[in-house]
């Protein structure tokens, strides 16, 4: 399970915002890529949120997820942002996911830049370092399986897998044969199968079909 180990290596230096960034829909092949920031708003609540059993978005259940999104947002500061298929399809998945991260700590909150003035924050990224973030490299550590590590990477992966799942339920009921409802656009067989017979529409990421119309 989780733990706050990282966040108090910082919290033990006086830094009491850390902020845990994870994105989900990376390897989608239709729809956003979504990032979530999350920090902890009083260390206070450290003991009671690790008794929620906050995890790695992908390892809980769909009706989990939904219920510890809501506990989330009481107990942290969160943000949330995108980035759509135009910028996947023109930027590639990289670019645009860390497009997505900067939005999400600009829609956090707090602003940013308050924290960069006094210089009290860090980042926790899951899986490997972002450019261009707030404070840039020297303010941000990456963690490989961080939402299988930090109790704050780990919620900022279910308030991202949360908004991006509802917005793909959304988008489903405007293209219902891909049946986004069930597989939120990643490639199942089904889903494989419908663009071999029907092709791609406005929300599926033209670099991600490769050659699936010739299988």
């Avoid at 450019?131 to 991202?160: C, E, F, H, M, N």
Wanted: aromatic share 10%; with cysteine.
């Amino acid at each position: 399970m989780t733990d706050f180990y990282h966040e108090e290596t910082f919290w033990r230096q006086g830094i009491d915002t850390v902020i845990g960034i994870d994105e989900v829909g990376r390897g989608s092949l239709a729809g956003p890529v979504v990032a979530g920031a999350c920090c902890l708003k009083d260390q206070i609540f450290a003991d009671l949120v690790l008794r929620l059993g906050i995890d790695d978005s992908k390892r809980l259940k769909a009706m989990r997820r939904m219920e510890l999104s809501k506990i989330i947002k009481k107990y942290f500061q969160w943000g949330i942002g995108e980035a759509d298929v135009i910028e996947i399809n023109r930027w590639g998945i990289v670019r645009a996911t860390g497009r997505a991260m900067r939005r999400a700590l600009k829609n956090f909150q707090f602003s940013i830049s308050n924290i960069q003035n006094n210089q009290k924050y860090f980042m926790l990224v899951d899986g490997f370092p972002v450019k261009y973030l707030p404070g840039g490299l020297k303010r941000q550590t990456a963690i490989i399986r961080g939402d299988q590590k930090s109790v704050t990477i780990a919620a900022a992966s279910i308030i991202a897998k949360v908004y991006r799942d509802r917005l793909m339920i959304k988008l489903a009921r405007e293209y219902p044969d891909y049946k986004w409802e069930r597989n939120k656009g990643y490639g199942t067989g089904f889903h494989r199968r419908i663009i071999i017979k029907n092709g791609i529409s406005l929300y599926h990421r033209e670099k991600f079909i490769g050659g699936i119309k010739e299988e």
